[in-house]
């Protein structure tokens, strides 16, 4: 399961049963729950001729299982936590012999990296490179299929990335922040959908916090209207 689909949360003996019926009494893997600080990222590109590159580790924040919120680069990130988790990702890439871009999702506990999840792919905590990176994952997991150079990997300048799920706010009044980009995918509007995303870069982390605060205004102010619109959805 992912984004919150095909997953439940199972705190006590009670909750088991509940827990059955919403995975549709399914085959499943249980897990133990892990007590973390936070979940960072590592997007990593390897290419054909076994190069590698690797981007900042990017903080992410979850809601209902779905990703809402990605931070570039992560908050209090020290040189040896960035070197943790490299190493973790070239470990992975070298073994798989893997080409293009991976993503890792990590779990902070204390001053261990635990790896939550491996997408063998582009990633949707790595669409801030678009605007945020000197080459975006797009282009370098394009660059290392085709054999080409990896391009630089460095953030230019913080930047944030909001997942726009289930409805879209008025588009003019997220364009009119400054620092924004929209990017919509044409899908129809459903609850839990991921119908695009916005990318807020800034010259400084307490500017991209006071742009973060407008643009989760509007998220909840389209989410608020959505619901009366469609109650019970």
């Known amino acids: 399961g992912y984004d919150g689909k095909g997953q439940a949360v199972v705190r006590s003996l009670e909750d088991a049963g509940p827990a059955w019926r919403t995975i549709g009494a399914a085959p499943a893997i249980v897990e133990a729950f892990v007590p973390f600080e936070r979940e960072l990222s590592i997007l990593s590109v390897r290419g054909r001729d076994g190069a590698t590159a690797f981007y900042p580790l990017v903080e992410n924040h979850h809601r209902q299982g779905i990703l809402r919120r990605s931070i570039a680069p992560a908050p209090d990130v020290t040189i040896a936590f960035q070197q943790q ?3 973790i990702a070239k470990l ?5 012999d893997y080409v293009g871009v991976l993503a890792i999702e990590l779990f902070q506990v204390g001053d261990v990296l635990l790896a939550n999840e491996l997408a063998p792919r582009v990633h949707n905590s790595g669409h801030w490179t678009i605007e945020g990176a000197t080459t975006s994952q797009f282009e370098n997991h394009v660059r290392a299929v085709l054999g080409l ?6 953030c230019q300048r913080p930047t944030a990335m909001f ?3 289930g409805a879209l706010p008025p588009i003019e009044r997220l364009l009119a922040i400054s620092g924004a980009h929209v990017h919509l995918y044409g899908k129809a509007p459903r609850p839990g959908r991921k ?3 916005i990318t807020l870069c800034s010259d400084t982390h307490n500017d991209l916090q006071a742009q973060c605060t407008r643009v989760q205004a509007l998220l909840d102010e389209s989410i608020e209207l959505n619901a009366r619109e469609y109650p019970g959805a």
Request: glycine letters at 10%; hydrophobic letters at 50%.
């Open 195 to 197: 119908l695009g995303h």
């Open 92 to 96: 992975v890439l070298e073994e798989l």
């Open 163 to 165: 997942n726009l799920i």
């Open 85 to 87: 988790a490299q190493a």
């Open 149 to 154: 150079p990896l391009g630089a990997t460095d």
